[in-house]
C-alpha cells in the first residue's frame, strides 16, 4: 500500500479527526493517510534499531498492518507518541527473536544429549561467532519437520512453553507433545548432520 494524501481536503483532516474517522469506518485508507504523515519517524526509529535500510522498510510495512489490528483496541490521546512507543516495540521484539535464535542454537549445541549422540562435534560459539549461515540451517531444518513436530519445537524452545501449555494450545494429549518434541529433535539433528553444520 502506498501511503500517501490524495487531496487538499485531506490535509486539513487533524490526526484526532483522522482516528475517530478510522475507529468509525475501518477504512484503510484514512489509516493510510495519517500513517503517511509519520512515515519519517517510523522509519527513523526503524533504521536506529535495526541498522539495515531493508529490515526498516519491511518494518514500515508491518507496523502499518499491525496498526490495523491494534488502535481499536487503544485509546489513543497522542498518536505520534503511541506510534513511537509501537516502533520502538516491534524492533525491540525482532531484534529479540533473533538473538532467541542464536541462543536457541547455542543451547542445543551445548547439550550433550542433543548433539553429541550424532557425533556433531561444535566449538563453543559466541554471539558474533554464530553466523548467518548457522541461523537459516537451524531455521530451514524446523520449516521441514512434519507440522506437529515444528509446533511443538517452537512452542518449547522458543516461547518457553511447558508441556502443559503445548497440549493445551494444540488439543495434544501431553505424552503426544513429548513424542513429537523427541522425534522433531531427532529429525533436527539428522537435518543439520546433513548440513554439516558445525563439523570441521
Not at 83 to 96: A, G
Not at 134 to 156: N, P, S, V
Request: charged residues 35%; contains cysteine; aromatic residues 10%.
Amino acid at each position: 500500500m502506498r501511503f500517501r494524501i490524495k487531496n487538499r481536503r485531506s490535509e486539513k483532516r487533524s490526526e484526532s479527526e483522522l482516528l475517530e474517522s478510522y475507529r468509525m469506518g475501518g477504512d484503510p485508507e484514512v489509516l493510510g493517510e495519517l500513517y503517511s504523515r509519520y512515515l519519517h519517524l517510523v522509519y527513523g526509529v526503524c533504521m536506529k534499531y535495526l541498522k539495515n535500510r531493508e529490515d526498516a522498510r519491511d518494518g514500515v510495512m508491518q507496523i502499518f498492518e499491525k496498526l490495523v489490528i491494534e488502535i481499536p483496541k487503544h485509546k489513543i490521546e497522542n498518536f505520534s507518541n503511541w506510534l513511537h512507543v509501537v516502533t520502538k516495540n516491534y524492533c525491540l521484539m525482532q531484534l529479540r527473536s533473533e538473538k532467541s535464535l542464536r541462543r536457541k542454537f547455542e543451547e542445543w549445541i551445548n547439550d550433550s544429549s542433543f548433539f553429541m549422540e550424532t557425533h556433531i562435534y561444535l566449538h563453543p560459539l559466541d554471539e558474533d561467532e554464530v553466523s548467518e549461515d548457522i541461523g537459516k540451517a537451524l531455521e530451514d531444518c524446523i520449516e521441514r519437520l512434519k507440522e506437529h513436530q515444528k509446533l511443538c519445537i517452537r512452542q518449547f524452545y522458543y516461547e518457553d512453553r511447558c508441556y502443559d501449555e503445548i497440549a493445551l494450545n494444540l488439543g495434544l494429549d501431553e505424552k503426544k507433545v513429548k513424542s513429537y518434541l523427541q522425534n522433531g529433535k531427532r529429525n533436527l539433528k539428522l537435518c543439520l548432520e546433513e548440513k554439516n553444520v558445525g563439523k570441521e
